[in-house]
């Protein structure tokens, strides 16, 4: 279940996790100071937005969430499968410059309590890992380049060397693309054969790659995690869907169905508390 803060900037959350371990929230469009195609609350450095409005909008998501913009770490999001893991050291990084972001990486991993984690999106799936048990935290920015790549695999394949059980990991699909729209041509489809080759004879494959009237195919990224968490050894009653999806008349931005637009952003921190 999903909860819409009523507070500007708009930000959502949800329940599945324990909220005396971890804070997770995600942004949409509202409550920022950007403008036109960007309106309002752009959170990507990196899509022609002016910087100092983009900076502002993410002071304002640090300020809501009680923590500071220079407790955040952003990643150089490039639809591969590279995992980086950060500590303290990592701080601030990409939070006021993409310039200094944590180089090629879609996905990052810690166990730094206060550390707030972000993945930027606008149609991708962003997902939320954590284990309770080791108070490890994940964010995945899984596209479907990424997915087929198997950049969600490779990040609970970096928690289990860190100690991590996946039978006792959480997980968060967040807003994504839906799948009655998100059209692919032959070279995601081949991609997707590739990647899920061992289950094109399942129920599960057909649902997340399924023909449409034209001939083409529509593929459902949210399923397509899910099946590979499964795969990784996470529990089906672990894995928690958001339901949500982006568009021009949602409150996710999507590049895909806008063209040129802002990015959100999911985000997530280890609380200082429960590490002690």
Known sequence: MHTVRDAEPGLVTWSCFDPARIQVVCSTRDGGVSTGRFATLNLGLHVGDEDRAVVENRRRVAETVGAALDDFVFCQQVHDRAVAVVDDTFRGRGSRSAADAVPASDAI?????????????????????HDPVTQTLALVHAGWRGTVRGVTSAAVQEMSRLGCDPATVIALIGPAISRDVYQVGDEVVDAARAAFGSTMADAAWHSILRPDRTGRYLFDLPRAARTQLRAAGLRDDNIHESGLATGPDTPFYSHRLEGPTGRFAMCARLLPEATA
């Open 109 to 129: 991993v810690t166990r730094a309590a206060g550390l707030v984690l972000a993945v930027l999106v606008a149609d991708c799936a962003p997902i939320v890992l």
